[in-house]
């Protein structure tokens, strides 16, 4: 298993821009999320999925939207980039509630919006 | 709502000493609780977790962990440490019924020859 892949590794925006960052995984698991992580701040969670078809915003979604087509899959898009979306983008994938939280996170995305 | 502290922004030991990461949180019923590790440029790895039962968990890398809950802890523990051990370590809570975890602010481990 490939576990959780994440791309692009590094992507440079400018201001404005709109990109998709892209997640996926091959263990079937139902429960799929986005972080980011900022220095001093931990990890922060943007958006998440229990299932395909079934997306929800974590703590901190505005400026970020999500979808959920396949179990496989959850790109996260960013509609018009900020500088204050410069960040290092998690994705996490688990099991469904009966996996005891156990999650598996993918190797990130070093975002930078100039 | 839930919450987890890591008090220790960053923590200095000499190769061979002792650890201990503090971790504390707030839930209010019986926490589902995580150590993750990070090493530079990577991603987070599961050290250990802890559901129920023992209070002592065990985890990989010779870590271990013990729930203390009249002080509402889960203290990072190695009795050794190797210089590979140099990483950023977060606590991690299981927020409800749900596969949501809160993390803390981690703390950064540099380790000393």
Redesign the interface.
């Known amino acids: 298993n490939a576990g959780?892949t994440q791309t692009p590794k590094f992507q440079v925006l400018k201001t404005g821009q709109s990109m998709t960052l892209q997640c996926a995984q091959d263990m079937n698991h139902e429960?799929m999320?986005w972080?980011r992580q900022d220095p001093?701040?931990?990890?922060?969670?943007i958006h998440?999925s229990?299932g395909a078809g079934i997306t929800d915003q974590?703590e901190v979604p505005n400026g970020y939207n999500v979808s959920r087509s396949t179990t496989e899959d959850f790109p996260l898009r960013l509609l018009s980039a900020a500088p204050s979306q410069t960040s290092v983008y998690?994705c996490?994938s688990?099991y469904?509630?009966e996996?005891?939280?156990?999650?598996?996170?993918?190797?990130?995305t070093r975002l930078t919006v100039t | 709502a839930q919450s987890v502290t890591q008090p220790d922004i960053h923590i200095t030991v000499s190769e061979g000493a002792s650890l201990e990461l503090r971790c504390n949180y707030s839930y209010g019923a019986t926490p589902y609780l995580f150590w993750y590790v990070q090493s530079p440029g990577q991603g987070l790895q599961l050290l250990l977790k802890y559901f129920s039962g023992d209070t002592l968990v065990q985890g990989i890398k010779g870590f271990e962990a013990e729930f203390k809950r009249s002080q509402s802890s889960f203290n990072l523990r190695k009795p050794s440490v190797h210089w590979s051990d140099a990483a950023e370590y977060f606590c991690a809570v299981g927020a409800g019924n749900t596969d949501k975890l809160i993390f803390g602010t981690g703390t950064r481990l540099q380790v000393f020859p």
């Open positions: 959780v429960y999320s972080y001093g701040m931990g990890l922060r969670l998440y229990v974590g998690f996490a688990s469904s509630l996996s005891n939280y156990e999650q598996y996170f993918g190797p990130g």
